[in-house]
């Protein structure tokens, strides 16, 4: 079945530490995308990409940064500098470049916590 | 100021009634709307889309309407189940013909036994 896995489901940071969230999609979809979900809150965009080697800030990209070298592949790596990291990252995929209207497909998320 | 509104409070209702989730937005001119479920600990899926040139669209027991002159946009569950019970997300288009959807905070549904 075509999806989003997103590895680890449970992450904890230590101070100083970067960490890398995993978001891998055989759909074949050519846009990707970073959330952060925090309880009552909405998704807040962290980072998307259109295309393999290319990518573009969000609302709050601030502390984070990404990758993308594969079609498949959407590493997400929290940096030290993100002083408030505890959220749920979720990742997202959709088909034609991001094409106006088309549904995102999402992953099961990975929950950080601060040690 | 740009704002999508979900109903904070969560929504509880019998079973077999209808469910009716609002999604209000200020200052967008939205091309489209979507609406997505989210269980605890998982990510959203995609239920309904509707585009702005539609009144209504349905999808076995969902219904979603959109109204841009009241700038809302209603979802409705009919003949609920508690199987029904989840987070509903509204999602529209910050701009019209932009791809990334700006998300609402959802609204919880309880569906009672």
């Known amino acids: 079945d075509g999806g989003i896995t997103q590895s680890p489901k449970y992450l904890f940071r230590k101070e100083g530490q970067n960490v890398t969230l995993s978001c891998e999609q055989n759909?074949?979809?050519?846009?990707m995308y970073w959330y952060r979900q925090d309880p009552g809150q909405g998704l807040r965009l962290i980072y998307y990409?259109?295309?393999?080697?290319?990518?573009q800030k969000g609302d709050i990209a601030e502390g984070y940064s990404v990758s993308r070298e594969k079609k498949e592949s959407f590493p997400l790596t929290v940096t030290s500098a993100q002083k408030n990291p505890t959220a749920f990252y979720l990742c997202?995929?959709?088909?034609?470049?991001?094409?106006?209207?088309?549904?995102?497909?999402f992953g099961d998320g990975t929950r950080l916590s601060i040690l | 100021s740009q704002k999508i509104e979900q109903n904070s409070e969560a929504l509880n209702i019998q079973e077999g009634k209808t469910a009716t989730l609002t999604c209000n937005y200020t200052?967008?001119?939205?091309?489209?709307l979507q609406w997505y479920r989210q269980d605890p600990g998982r990510g959203p899926v995609f239920l309904l889309l509707i585009r702005e040139n539609e009144k209504e669209k349905r999808k076995e027991r969902l219904k979603v309407t959109f109204d841009t002159t009241l700038k809302q946009s209603l979802f409705h569950i009919t003949a609920s189940q508690p199987a029904d019970s989840a987070t509903y997300l509204c999602a529209l288009d910050p701009s019209g013909g932009s791809y990334i959807p700006t998300f609402g905070r959802g609204t919880s549904l309880i569906v009672h036994p």
């Open positions: 200052n967008y001119s939205p091309a489209y």
């Open positions: 997202a995929s959709t088909g034609g470049q991001g094409i106006s209207n088309q549904p995102q497909h």
């Open positions: 759909l074949n979809h050519d846009a």
């Open positions: 990409s259109q295309i393999v080697n290319d990518f």
